[in-house]
């Protein structure tokens, strides 16, 4: 059995005065079956209204990869990840033989003022690491053919083709200045020209988009390509004649079409999800309030700051670290999802882990008590986390008719935060009522290679097709 069920017995022994007022919490953050099928069924209807003309909360767009890749794919290629934290730079050479790659790669921690500076800044930033990456492992391009580039660029764009993409907001704490409503991609052309490193861009990518290729690729059961991360999102293939909002481009019958939901902005006008105070709080004190309410409550970004929040509060009612300079906790996104998987893990009497972790990263001394308390909320803020992240994955399974299939997955909270997925295939398992001794139908397996792999194989089938694009019209 998993411990996907938050267990009350974690609070056994802990003195009954602060116990008292923590009953509110479970009402708050526990959700059962009936909870989930509600939500993803609701979920279903906004993923479907996102398809059509007049759209609705979450943005359904068209990322213009038509197919999956057949594994022949072969050339190399550069390709830039800008996630939540790192920019990750990568040259990946697909061989002819089937499924088969190398690639090198460096990670670069994308920082604070990065995020919040100018456009010019970010695009510069950007192709300085790229720079500084093609001095390390020269491509053997130098003699004046550019290296195609796939850039993946995880947040919401609206794209008339795959070369292009028009940012429609900034999420996870981003707030470059000049970029919002404008195209990205010649804006980092001109930052690469401006360094004349010898790459074209070639295709423009979400990091779901890149997940599902990649790890449809590994595994052709793969239908959904999820992240659980900083942010949240996901990507699946759709068949063009459900998309009412491309009625006009007179594709063919059978055309598909990868579509990157972007359903972090799931339930913005606040019909279905169970919003806490803490939620409300969160969202009011967030760059963009109103906004990828869905994410807020999910992802790992926002976990941390819950926990924050509800340890100041409980301080405040009287219940944590009376006597204690609570400074660095009151200090906004002082803690992230690390802080809650470590503690989640330590089963050690005197919770040892846990108190370094509170020493180091909030100059605290809690007793024992006072930690087997934090643990608890911490279960229960991430197994909602997780049970409603369920929710997004089943509405896309659910809204495709998919029974059977696999997830890709990619994310360090998904892939990294011991007994996470577990509770992620707990919520499956309640949404579809699978019997006892079925396996799940619906698995999530772990991919990692979305930004290399997967980035590349998009730019080989953008390649391809503008190649074919070409042929038919000469
Ligand atoms: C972005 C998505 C991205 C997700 C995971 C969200 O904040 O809007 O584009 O896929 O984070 O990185």
Redesign the pocket.
């Known amino acids: 059995m998993s411990d996907f069920r938050f267990r009350p017995e974690m609070l056994e022994g802990v003195a009954e005065h602060l116990t008292e007022g923590l009953k509110q919490f479970e009402d708050w953050f526990i959700l059962d079956a009936e909870d989930l099928k509600k939500i993803t069924d609701h979920f279903v209807k906004e993923l479907e209204k996102g398809l059509t003309k007049e759209g609705g909360n979450i943005p359904m767009n068209v990322t213009w990869v038509s197919r999956f890749p057949n594994g022949h794919e072969t050339g190399r290629f550069l390709t830039l990840d800008m996630?939540?934290t790192n920019l990750r730079v990568c040259d990946v050479r697909l061989s002819d033989r089937r499924r088969d790659f190398e690639q090198t790669q460096r990670k670069f921690l994308l920082p604070k003022e990065v995020k919040s500076g100018t456009g010019e800044e970010l695009w510069d930033f950007v192709a300085e690491r790229l720079e500084a990456f093609l001095e390390e492992h020269p491509t053997g391009a130098e003699d004046g053919t550019n290296l195609p580039l796939a850039f993946t660029f995880?947040?919401?764009v609206d794209q008339q083709n795959i070369r292009s993409g028009v940012l429609q907001h900034w999420?996870?704490k981003f707030d470059v200045s000049g970029v919002q409503g404008q195209d990205v991609v010649p804006q980092l052309e001109a930052a690469l020209a401006r360094k004349n490193i010898p790459v074209d861009v070639v295709a423009l990518i979400?990091?779901?988009t890149g997940t599902l290729i990649a790890s449809h690729y590994r595994d052709p059961q793969v239908k959904v390509g999820s992240?659980f991360?900083?942010?949240?999102?996901a990507a699946y293939m759709e068949e063009c004649k459900s998309i009412p909002k491309l009625a006009g481009w007179g594709l063919p019958d059978d055309a598909k079409v990868i579509i990157?939901t972007?359903y972090?902005a799931f339930d913005c006008d606040r019909k279905i999800l169970p919003f806490t105070p803490f939620d409300h709080q969160i969202d009011s004190e967030s760059l963009r309030p109103g906004t990828?309410l869905y994410?807020k409550m999910v992802?790992g970004l926002y976990i941390g700051e819950m926990l924050r929040i509800i340890m100041v509060k409980l301080h405040e009612d009287g219940i944590l670290f009376q006597g204690q300079d609570i400074t660095r906790l009151r200090k906004a996104n002082a803690l992230d999802a690390t802080f809650l998987s470590i503690a989640e893990m330590d089963i050690t009497e005197e919770l040892e882990d846990m108190r370094e972790e509170f020493q180091e990263e909030l100059s605290l001394s809690p007793i024992v008590d006072e930690m087997k308390i934090c643990r608890y909320l911490i279960g229960l803020i991430a197994t909602r986390a997780a049970r409603l992240y369920a929710c997004g994955v089943a509405a896309i399974c659910k809204k495709n008719n998919l029974r059977k299939c696999h997830v890709g997955v990619d994310?360090s909270v998904i892939n990294k935060y011991s007994g996470f997925k577990c509770r992620v295939s707990q919520g499956l398992r309640d949404i579809f009522d699978w019997p006892v001794r079925e396996v799940d139908l619906i698995a999530l397996s772990a991919s990692e290679d979305g930004s290399g792999v997967g980035a590349a194989l998009a730019a080989a089938l953008a390649m391809e097709d503008s190649a074919q694009i070409v042929t038919k019209i000469i």
């Open positions: 996630g939540g995880s947040f919401p999420t996870k979400n990091d779901t992240i991360s900083t942010g949240t999102n990157n972007e972090g990828q994410e992802s994310g």
